[in-house]
């Protein structure tokens, strides 16, 4: 059990995270904000790349800082983004990052190969990397991050550059993974998370909002979301008004979607909240219209 | 063992083979060629083969019975000159017919044929007795001033001089052949130090910039690849060195002065030094000096490559140490630096000083990047 303990960072004076309490098993869970919430830095306290300048994290009651290889063992990693030597094959700078995590080569060769034909990428397994696309370079990037076999799997944006077929096959294969391990996936794109992910944590103002399931996350908005159809003149002020979630054009009107916490008007129709929904809602900027 | 030869395998990346092969094709024309082909250098022909014909006929060390021998020969010579002279009707024509008539004779202000036939044995017919009889007359004149102590010098010069002057250790053979191993030797050190520079300061920054420290220290091996890193930085300084030694040395064989090396460093003339090795152990000095400096300048680039943001600034910060060093550093610590002029505890002491610098650097980089928060 990975264990986030009134973990804290700041960098001189500011404040990255506040006062994280944290607790992950077995399973898929999402870390789910905006960008510059403060996920890449808990996500780097997790992978040990970042000292917390307060609290800890520990891995079945030890610091992980103080297990040093024992957690790192454990541990499989994809950044935000990362670094690769141009000239390297996939093969090549797998088998580097292999050595890396101690995997012998023999064994490292027979896992680089089921890897890649995993992440769809087995006929150009000799190819240059510096020929790849962004979407072909993040899928080096999962499959090394899985090499060691990991227990704890931690990913940083992983769908990013992906196109929807490849994330669609990224989703079985996490569903797949989170089988007989923990694993941490950070996005801000909803989707990625929203129906594999077992709970779905979210940090708002530096400290956390949320961690709990998709649907107990969704039901603190139950009764609030409606949608109702509107003139295109009327839009404006509807949207000073009220939280709007989505607006979708029909039949020369507006569909919106909005979150209402008062008495409902008579038209308006009451819809079961999305995880969505509650992340706009949550982090909604500079909206000045009445909740 | 497998990390350790991946990251030597990254330093010695073929582009900068290349890099490292054009840098040193082009300091070997500008620095070191003219020490190998120009030698010996003009009338340094007849003073190297005098030499040799010393070493071979005396060996390491002349005593007063060889000299009094080498007076011999060169009365020997100017028998021989003084025929060649007489044998000339034009020089005794001009009442030069002995060769004391013709060192005692006005060259500064010769008659115009005197001029003629002077050109004419030093360059027209160019007499090899003439050349030869003058460097030997030199070394002669160095000998019977062997006991003379310059003026200005400081109280532990003044003791060095007069402890060489007791035991007996003069100046006797030509300075022709330290002299151009010592120029040979510095610029052979300043294209080391400059490989060294070239090829290490790299090691640590392109990973850094690549942002490849993420997946690096979040492996098994984690921080601990820096050290790995350093010591790959090492063992390729260890061979920048060696293999560059090995081919500079092997241009330098064609000098062909191995006759020389088991002459004492004080026996050559003007080379008074505090220690007396061999030549040839001088050369072993000099090589193991050049494998500090790289050693230390390895340190030193990856020190900076393992702080500055990007290539560039990596350049920048290390070109006043670089050049520091070769304007003030280079001397006084490889060619001269046993010799009187340069102070006794300057190369050790600056030697010891730079180890300990960068010992205490490699430790303080260590503890730095164990704790470093890695934010790119």
Request: one cysteine or more; proline letters at 3%; hydrophobic letters at 45%.
């Amino acid at each position: 059990m990975l264990v986030v303990k009134d973990a804290s960072k700041r960098y001189g004076d500011f404040t990255a995270l506040q006062q994280i309490n944290l607790e992950f098993n077995t399973g898929l869970y999402g870390l789910l904000a905006p960008n510059g919430a403060g996920k890449t830095t808990l996500i780097k306290m997790l992978a040990t790349l970042i000292t917390p300048s307060e609290g800890e994290i520990q891995y079945n009651g030890k610091n992980i800082l103080e297990m040093d290889e024992q957690y790192r063992e454990l541990l499989g990693f994809l950044p935000q983004q990362f670094g690769y030597y141009k000239n390297f094959s996939p093969k090549q700078y797998m088998l580097y990052l292999a050595a890396l995590k101690g995997i012998g080569k023999k064994e490292a060769l027979h896992k680089i190969n089921e890897l890649l034909d995993k992440v769809a990428l087995s006929d150009v397994v000799n190819k240059k990397m510096k020929k790849f696309s962004g979407g072909m370079i993040q899928r080096v990037g999962i499959a090394q991050a899985l090499l060691n076999d990991p227990k704890i799997l931690i990913l940083d944006e992983p769908t990013a550059g992906l196109d929807p077929k490849e994330r669609a096959r990224f989703r079985h294969l996490l569903t797949e993974l989170a089988r007989d391990r923990l694993v941490i996936i950070s996005t801000h794109i909803v989707s990625d998370i929203e129906s594999i992910a077992n709970e779905v944590i979210m940090i708002k103002n530096k400290q956390l909002l949320y961690k709990d399931s998709v649907e107990e996350i969704c039901a603190t908005l139950n009764g609030n979301v409606f949608e109702t159809t509107i003139d295109f003149e009327s839009l404006k002020a509807f949207r000073k008004k009220f939280v709007l979630l989505s607006e979708k054009q029909e039949y020369g009107k507006i569909i919106v979607r909005f979150i209402h916490k008062g008495v409902p008007e008579v038209e308006w129709i009451s819809v079961p909240p999305q995880l969505e929904d509650v992340f706009l809602y949550e982090y909604r900027d500079e909206i000045e219209g009445e909740v | 063992m497998r990390m350790l030869w991946n990251e030597v395998k990254k330093i010695f990346m073929w582009k900068m083979m290349l890099l490292l092969l054009f840098i040193n094709s082009i300091l070997y024309f500008l620095l070191i060629e003219f020490h190998i082909d120009s030698f010996p250098n003009g009338s340094g022909l007849y003073s190297y083969n005098v030499g040799v014909e010393m070493v071979d006929k005396y060996g390491a060390t002349m005593d007063e019975e060889e000299f009094i021998d080498f007076k011999k020969m060169y009365e020997a010579k100017v028998e021989e000159t003084n025929r060649y002279l007489q044998s000339r009707e034009d020089f005794v024509a001009e009442g030069i017919d002995t060769y004391d008539k013709f060192t005692a004779y006005d060259w500064w202000n010769p008659s115009q044929e005197a001029r003629a036939l002077r050109d004419d044995v030093f360059l027209g017919n160019k007499i090899d007795l003439f050349w030869e009889l003058q460097e030997r007359h030199g070394l002669i004149e160095f000998h019977n001033r062997r006991k003379r102590v310059p003026d200005v010098l400081s109280d532990k010069e003044r003791q060095r001089f007069e402890q060489l002057i007791e035991e007996e250790k003069f100046g006797v053979y030509t300075d022709l052949v330290i002299q151009n191993f010592k120029s040979f030797i510095a610029n052979v050190g300043v294209a080391i130090l400059f490989s060294v520079v070239l090829v290490i300061s790299s090691t640590i920054i392109k990973d850094r910039s690549r942002g490849l420290l993420l997946l690096q220290y979040t492996s098994k091996k984690g921080r601990n690849l820096f050290k790995t890193k350093l010591l790959a930085g090492y063992i390729a300084t260890f061979i920048i060195i060696t293999s560059l030694l090995a081919v500079y040395f092997s241009v330098y064989s064609l000098n062909r002065t191995s006759m020389f090396f088991k002459v004492r460093v004080n026996t050559f003339i003007a080379n008074e030094s505090w220690f007396d090795p061999t030549f040839f152990q001088f050369i072993m000095i000099c090589v193991a000096a050049i494998y500090l400096i790289g050693f230390i300048f390895a340190t030193l680039s990856m020190v900076f490559s393992s702080r500055v943001p990007n290539m560039v600034s990596l350049i920048g910060i290390q070109i006043p140490f670089v050049v520091g060093f070769l304007i003030f550093g280079l001397n006084p610590l490889l060619p001269n630096m046993i010799l009187i002029w340069t102070p006794k505890w300057l190369a050790p002491m600056s030697y010891g000083l730079m180890i300990l610098l960068s010992a205490l650097i490699v430790i303080f980089l260590w503890k730095r990047e164990k704790k470093m928060d890695i934010l790119q």
